[in-house]
């Protein structure tokens, strides 16, 4: 079992290494935003009025975001196995609360300088049916989707103004929050850069050799 807070910048490639670590360790990947079309679907007290608030368009408070990670931690497979928990917390005050519900072993931050995920978000390109493709790229070039023809585009959130934007919200807010599990012992900071593969090995090594050390302690 193996209880883990994921950190990273967007397009750090938090995402897939996620994946791969559920896998790893038999882990549910539970993410903020799988959860809230989770609560919603299953129509639980507190889906029904995250419907409510998503569909006036506003955003979840972080009271009601705790009611919805409560409840997944409930389940089974979180019970059996632990957590993989993405996107939440993103505040320092969402830290605290998240740690007065449940323990977490660790807090990793998978650690990408911001110039480069900068570079690698604002040369993506998407198609409508969501593939994803590089500026250099032939499909991003011919500005055509080679597998279902639709427009491969640079999508509005992807241009540079938009994604600093976003990196400096997390710069000011997020940075808290690892500060804040750092001060408890709990944070986890893995180099980033490289291959999937590589980060993926780096991240498992670095992980374990915490932990054996956290329980031999
Ligand atoms: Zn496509």
Not at 17 to 42: C, N
Not at 190 to 198: A, S
Not at 199 to 213: C, K, M, T
Request: include cysteine.
């Amino acid at each position: 079992m193996i209880r883990l807070v994921l950190f990273g910048r967007q397009g750090a490639g938090k995402g897939t290494q996620a994946s791969m670590l559920s896998e790893h360790y038999k882990a549910p990947h539970i993410s903020t935003g799988d959860m809230l079309r989770e609560a919603v679907a299953e129509g639980t007290a507190v889906g029904t009025r995250v419907r409510a608030i998503l569909d006036a368009g506003e955003l979840v408070p972080d009271e009601t975001m705790l009611e919805v990670i409560k409840d997944r931690l409930d389940h089974d497979d979180v019970q059996q196995h632990g957590f993989l928990l993405d996107g939440f917390p993103r505040t320092v005050g969402q830290a605290k609360s998240l740690l007065k519900i449940t323990v977490v072993d660790l807090a990793v931050d998978l650690d990408v300088p911001e110039g480069l995920v900068l570079d690698r978000i604002s040369s993506r390109r998407v198609c409508q049916q969501g593939h994803i493709y590089t500026v250099g790229d032939h499909a991003a070039q011919s500005g055509v989707c080679p597998v279902d023809g639709t427009p491969v585009v640079q999508r509005d959130d992807d241009t540079p103004d938009a994604v600093t934007a976003r990196l400096d919200a997390y710069k000011v807010k997020t940075a808290v929050a690892m500060a804040y599990f750092d001060s408890q012992g709990l944070l986890l900071t893995v180099d980033g850069v490289g291959d999937p593969e590589t980060v993926f090995h780096r991240l498992v090594s670095a992980i374990d050799e915490r932990l054996d050390n956290d329980a031999r302690w």
